[in-house]
């Protein structure tokens, strides 16, 4: 049994866990809702930033830690102005989502993935296992930040500093 636990701990140490740079065309292509309602791609959204940064903050109407986290994105808001803040919801219900952005006066560009936290290819993509999460895109469309889960991360700040 000793043997077995060795085996299976050193295979464990010698896998990477590599980070990826880009999203994947299943990821680009899921669909995602705008505040009036009209459909369109992940990529046709993404790919109106080309040129700046896009801090993606991926968050909830139910979520508490998303709403704990706010007063930090907020702050990012006012120090990095030229950064572009994308809030993608995984709300189900269209008309909750959009009393939170009113409720609590969500600042930024607003899409809703209807299928929830645990449908569909984008949430599939980053592995959403919790909200808030926090991505970072750099002008080039590439991921500097694949995984924050709080508002505070250093690296959130690195990654916009970041050239």
Not at 11 to 16: N, P, Q, V
Not at 117 to 122: L, T
């Given at each position: 049994m000793k ?8 295979f464990?140490?010698?896998c990477t ?12 292509n899921?669909k995602?809702t705008?505040?009036?309602g009209t459909?369109?791609t ?7 930033y ?11 109407s139910?979520?508490a830690?998303c ?5 930090k994105?907020k702050?990012?808001?006012k120090?990095?102005p030229?950064?572009?803040y994308?809030f993608?919801s995984v709300?189900e219900?269209?008309?909750s989502w ?14 809703n993935f209807?299928k929830g ?6 949430v599939d993509?980053?592995?959403?296992n919790w909200?808030?999460r926090y991505?970072?895109v ?15 991360d250093?690296?959130?700040v ?6």
């Amino acid at each position: 049994m000793k043997k077995i636990i060795i085996v299976f701990l050193v295979f464990l140490s010698s896998c990477t866990f590599e980070t990826p740079t880009q999203f994947s065309e299943k990821a680009l292509n899921d669909k995602v809702t705008s505040l009036n309602g009209t459909q369109s791609t992940f990529k046709e959204i993404i790919n109106q930033y080309k040129g700046k940064k896009v801090l993606i903050d991926v968050w909830a109407s139910w979520c508490a830690d998303c709403f704990k986290s706010l007063p930090k994105v907020k702050q990012l808001q006012k120090d990095f102005p030229d950064v572009v803040y994308l809030f993608l919801s995984v709300d189900e219900k269209s008309t909750s989502w959009k009393r939170a952005i009113q409720r609590f006066k969500i600042e930024g560009e607003h899409y809703n993935f209807p299928k929830g936290m645990k449908n569909g290819d984008f949430v599939d993509f980053i592995n959403l296992n919790w909200i808030p999460r926090y991505i970072v895109v750099d002008e080039n469309g590439g991921i500097k930040l694949f995984k924050a889960t709080k508002s505070s991360d250093k690296r959130i700040v690195e990654a916009l500093n970041s050239k």
